[in-house]
């Protein structure tokens, strides 16, 4: 198994953990100084340590990377190692632009600037890792002209963290959700009611209710989140032409989008009052109930044999 010491600076540090869950999860070792480093410890000897052992040295290299001593330390030591083994140990990983440093200026790096997916598949290629065993929810869409990867599984994966975001979005407005089913696929609606004073007649107060619908659909063609305002309680009923405003490719554009929603609601009519209703069943075929119900019965019985379900 591969295994990289990741030489950074404290500012990068939100990129470098990700990129060491992201190796981890496609099986390379990580020596991470948060990982690795415990209170009391020598933290010039476990990197020490950490750079002897590891199979390589990947330099996060950054403007601020560059004007730091210890990131500068551990490429001399890096250096002086690569020249005793003389096989590649150092792996230049550029994630923002600045002035690479001589010693590294011949080298190939592995490009973030401008799309992490690319850079990552290229860090991933110097450990003999396919492009195809970095497919994760993050970067499926890459992979949808492929018949060679499962990506659909992933983009069911985004799909649930879409529900799950959204749904905790309307619980907290009191909002009503509701997923769309077979005849609109990864689609979801999100729709509230109040009831507002519209005047007297006779002696009796008389209202009128006040909705918002939101619906959001992944769409197949673009595997973009497209968004419909029209008013319709059940998502199914939608057509593709409804589905007009593109909001992105991301939970987080979806979420943003409905929460400007749901805030201006809220400022002119106040949140619904009414107990609202989630329906966040998912529709499977019967071979998919077949498998839930083995899983089931298995969980149900002492035997863990696969000779009686």
Request: charged fraction near 30%; proline fraction near 3%; hydrophobic fraction near 35%.
């Amino acid at each position: 198994m591969s295994s990289i010491f990741l030489s950074h600076t404290s500012i990068d540090k939100p990129f470098v953990e990700k990129l060491a869950k992201d190796l981890k999860r496609i099986g390379v070792e990580v020596w991470y100084d948060k990982w690795e480093i415990g209170i009391g410890e020598s933290i010039t000897w476990k990197i020490e340590t950490g750079i002897r052992e590891n199979e390589y040295l990947g330099i996060i290299l950054s403007p601020e990377a560059l004007q730091s001593e210890w990131v500068r330390g551990e490429l001399s030591a890096a250096w002086v190692k690569q020249m005793r083994s003389k096989k590649v140990f150092i792996l230049p990983v550029l994630y923002r632009e600045c002035e690479i440093p001589l010693l590294l200026a011949d080298k190939k790096y592995a490009d973030f600037r401008s799309s992490y997916d690319d850079g990552f598949q290229t860090l991933a290629k110097a450990f003999g890792i396919k492009d195809t065993d970095t497919l994760s929810v993050e970067n499926w869409r890459k992979f949808t002209n492929r018949k060679d990867v499962d990506w659909k599984k992933y983009k069911e994966l985004e799909f649930e963290s879409l529900v799950t975001t959204l749904v905790d979005r309307t619980i907290a407005y009191n909002w009503s959700s509701y997923v769309g089913g077979t005849a609109n696929p990864f689609s979801i609606q999100l729709h509230a009611s109040i009831a507002i004073t519209h005047g007297n007649l006779g002696n009796q107060v008389t209202h009128k209710y006040i909705s918002k619908y939101v619906t959001f659909k992944l769409k197949s063609g673009t595997n973009a989140y497209w968004a419909a305002s029209k008013e319709m309680y059940n998502p199914n009923h939608l057509k593709a032409g409804d589905f007009d405003i593109y909001v992105g490719n991301s939970i987080n554009a979806c979420d943003e989008y409905l929460w400007r929603i749901m805030e201006d609601f809220k400022n002119q009519y106040k949140n619904p009052k009414e107990k609202p209703i989630h329906f966040t069943n998912k529709f499977i075929k019967s071979n998919d109930y077949r498998e839930v119900s083995r899983e089931l019965m298995k969980k149900l019985h002492w035997y863990k044999g696969d000779n009686l379900f």
